[in-house]
């Protein structure tokens, strides 16, 4: 998809399609009103006879209108214009592309925006157009050998921009837009492949593939023998049970003119399938534990995007990459093992896996001296309870650090929202014969809160932070496959990173 920006009147657009907003109920945006104008109130006429009521994503196709430039006018539903926020901008836009995609029009030109930016500038509407608009237009198809590539004709989407001075501001923000779509798409595409293709070792690709990609991107990788070397026993206690090598990948984006020093850690969990090895868990749905690597691919989808759009930040990300399978050779429930940290841990339920591989990568990332560790996992069935599919759950040490997030999260319309994290919630841990346990007693109580507090027992040396993305890595139903979120949460906050590193800078 190809993206540009003009600013110009909607009815002078040569064009297969110009899109313009109704609110409810029945009242014309500005440049449905400008159309109305100038067709002679060929669209007051419509919306007075009820075919177009202005709900939130419908959406209502028109051919010849009279006076009009362009080949159609889509009225796309903008619901109520004092309702008319974030979410419901990118409601409006991905209704509209969605009908495009199925219509013969090959270019649409957007009008949008300018009701919008009373609210919000008009930078973020730019950006998150196009970001919503990525999201719609994807497709994964390549496994299909039928009727996969059906003909979509929609090539170039176009916003329009209130005045010719908004240009130079909606050309950045466009930018920024396109890189995070990027990076999303790449994120989507790795965590929809099956867990036979998407191995611990394709992983690696992906990482190589950035790295040959970029040369801001340097790609180390530790295979089983090195994991052993750095004596990753609780790494290595998950990967134990399966058929397929273990990996340990380190990524570093360093751009030109900037230092290494304390770099920003990212670590996503890396668990390419996870049937819950011997804590085998139920066939129903078992399918969707081939995503369990979501955060390894907002990580990788992170890198992507920010390799694109080079802010002078310093990013390490780190990915233990492995299949949690039952076998002969597998974890029993009760075996103790020693992690990177030396903590040992009595490991109750092979199926809390995600914990141990994700402590020995945050305790690798203390060689780093970082400013900040964040890691993303599809932690807990217990965050879906929790939150549903709405937002991720933020959890972490230190305050500011998970403010951060949570703005971000509001600012780029992925939303994470905060929990507590008093010691309470991790005395459960308790273990009759280690350190710790991978799993309190208190059975299905605040699961995702007794997650975060096992993880921040190896989390102690630096600021960290944790997103528990099991609820919004991936759809269920019809629409079933990976969203690639939180890349852009990620993005926005590493963004807002550069700028305030900027400015303590002078
Ligand atoms: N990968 C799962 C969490 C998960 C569940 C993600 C459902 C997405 C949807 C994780 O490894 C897991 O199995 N967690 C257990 C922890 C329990 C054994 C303490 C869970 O949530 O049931
Ligand atoms: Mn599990
Ligand atoms: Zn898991």
């Given at each position: 998809?190809?993206?540009?920006?003009?600013?110009?009147?909607?009815?002078?657009?040569?064009?297969?399609?110009?899109?313009?907003?109704?609110?409810?109920?029945?009242?014309?945006?500005?440049?449905?009103?400008?159309?109305?104008?100038?067709?002679?109130?060929?669209?007051?006429?419509?919306?007075?006879?009820?075919?177009?009521?202005?709900?939130?994503?419908?959406?209502?196709?028109?051919?010849?209108?009279?006076?009009?430039?362009?080949?159609?006018?889509?009225?796309?539903?903008?619901?109520?214009?004092?309702?008319?926020?974030?979410?419901?901008?990118?409601?409006?836009?991905k209704?509209?592309?969605k009908?495009?995609?199925?219509?013969?029009?090959?270019?649409?030109?957007?009008?949008?925006?300018?009701?919008?930016?009373?609210?919000?500038?008009?930078?973020?509407?730019?950006?998150?157009?196009?970001?919503?608009?990525?999201e719609v237009?994807y497709s994964f198809?390549?496994?299909?050998?039928?009727?996969?590539?059906?003909?979509?004709?929609?090539?170039?989407?176009?916003?329009?921009?209130?005045?010719?001075?908004?240009?130079?501001?909606?050309?950045?923000?466009?930018?920024?837009?396109?890189?995070?779509?990027?990076?999303?798409?790449?994120?989507r595409?790795?965590?929809n492949?099956?867990?036979?293709?998407?191995?611990?070792?394709?992983?690696?690709?992906?990482?190589?593939?950035?790295?040959?990609?970029?040369?801001?991107?340097?790609?180390?990788?530790?295979?089983?023998?090195?994991?052993?070397?750095?004596?990753?026993?609780?790494?290595?206690?998950?990967?134990?049970?399966?058929?397929?090598?273990?990996?340990?990948?380190?990524?570093?984006?360093?751009?030109?003119?900037?230092?290494?020093?304390?770099?920003?850690?990212?670590?996503?969990?890396?668990?390419?399938?996870?049937?819950?090895?011997?804590?085998?868990?139920?066939?129903?749905?078992?399918?969707?534990?081939?995503?369990?690597?979501?955060?390894?691919?907002?990580?990788?989808?992170?890198?992507?995007?920010?390799?694109?759009?080079?802010?002078?930040?310093?990013?390490?990300?780190?990915?233990?990459?492995?299949?949690?399978?039952?076998?002969?050779?597998?974890?029993?429930?009760?075996?103790?093992?020693?992690?990177?940290?030396?903590?040992?841990?009595?490991?109750?339920?092979?199926?809390?896996?995600?914990?141990?591989?994700?402590?020995?990568?945050?305790?690798?990332?203390?060689?780093?001296?970082?400013?900040?560790?964040?890691?993303?996992?599809?932690?807990?069935?217990?965050?879906?309870?929790?939150?549903?599919h709405?937002?991720?759950?933020?959890?972490?040490?230190?305050?500011?650090?998970?403010?951060?997030?949570?703005?971000?999260?509001?600012?780029?319309?992925?939303?994470?929202?905060?929990?507590?994290?008093?010691?309470?919630?991790?005395?459960?841990?308790?273990?009759?014969?280690?350190?710790?346990?991978?799993?309190?007693?208190?059975?299905?109580?605040?699961?995702?809160?007794?997650?975060?507090?096992?993880?921040?027992?190896?989390?102690?040396?630096?600021?960290?932070?944790?997103?528990?993305?099991?609820?919004v890595?991936y759809k269920e139903g019809k629409e079933k496959g990976a969203t690639g979120?939180?890349?852009?949460?990620?993005?926005?906050?590493?963004?807002?990173?550069?700028?305030?590193?900027?400015?303590?800078?002078?």
């Amino acid at each position: 998809m190809e993206f540009t920006i003009k600013s110009g009147s909607p009815e002078k657009q040569r064009t297969a399609c110009v899109v313009v907003g109704i609110f409810e109920s029945r009242k014309l945006s500005l440049s449905a009103e400008r159309i109305d104008r100038v067709s002679k109130g060929y669209i007051s006429d419509i919306v007075r006879h009820g075919d177009m009521e202005g709900y939130l994503g419908s959406t209502l196709m028109l051919y010849n209108v009279p006076n009009i430039l362009a080949d159609r006018v889509l009225l796309v539903g903008l619901g109520r214009e004092r309702d008319f926020k974030d979410m419901e901008f990118r409601q409006a836009i991905k209704s509209a592309v969605k009908l495009l995609n199925e219509t013969g029009a090959y270019e649409a030109v957007f009008f949008l925006t300018e009701e919008k930016v009373r609210r919000r500038e008009l930078g973020w509407c730019i950006e998150h157009a196009v970001i919503a608009a990525g999201e719609v237009v994807y497709s994964f198809n390549h496994l299909k050998t039928e009727n996969s590539d059906v003909r979509r004709p929609l090539r170039k989407i176009t916003f329009s921009v209130p005045m010719r001075s908004d240009l130079p501001v909606a050309e950045v923000m466009m930018a920024r837009g396109i890189a995070t779509a990027e990076g999303i798409e790449f994120a989507r595409d790795i965590a929809n492949n099956p867990a036979n293709l998407c191995t611990p070792e394709y992983l690696t690709e992906m990482a190589r593939m950035l790295e040959s990609m970029y040369k801001e991107i340097s790609v180390t990788i530790l295979n089983r023998a090195e994991i052993e070397a750095e004596k990753m026993g609780a790494f290595l206690a998950v990967a134990k049970g399966s058929e397929v090598e273990p990996y340990f990948i380190v990524l570093r984006y360093t751009p030109a003119g900037v230092q290494k020093t304390s770099p920003t850690v990212l670590v996503g969990k890396g668990i390419t399938f996870d049937s819950g090895g011997i804590s085998l868990k139920p066939a129903a749905d078992m399918d969707h534990m081939k995503f369990d690597m979501s955060g390894a691919a907002a990580v990788l989808g992170v890198f992507r995007a920010i390799a694109d759009l080079k802010p002078s930040i310093d990013l390490v990300g780190l990915i233990p990459a492995c299949e949690n399978m039952p076998s002969g050779r597998a974890t029993k429930p009760g075996d103790v093992v020693t992690s990177l940290s030396g903590k040992t841990i009595e490991i109750l339920n092979t199926d809390a896996e995600g914990r141990l591989i994700l402590a020995d990568a945050l305790t690798y990332a203390e060689r780093f001296s970082p400013e900040a560790v964040v890691d993303i996992a599809t932690l807990t069935g217990a965050m879906v309870v929790a939150l549903g599919h709405e937002a991720a759950g933020a959890f972490g040490n230190n305050d500011t650090l998970v403010r951060s997030l949570v703005n971000a999260g509001e600012e780029s319309a992925d939303r994470a929202w905060s929990f507590p994290m008093w010691s309470e919630y991790g005395e459960g841990l308790k273990s009759h014969f280690a350190d710790m346990a991978n799993i309190g007693s208190g059975g299905r109580a605040a699961g995702s809160i007794v997650a975060a507090q096992f993880l921040s027992k190896f989390a102690g040396k630096y600021n960290w932070a944790h997103l528990d993305i099991a609820g919004v890595a991936y759809k269920e139903g019809k629409e079933k496959g990976a969203t690639g979120r939180p890349v852009s949460l990620l993005v926005t906050w590493l963004l807002n990173r550069e700028d305030r590193e900027n400015e303590a800078m002078g």
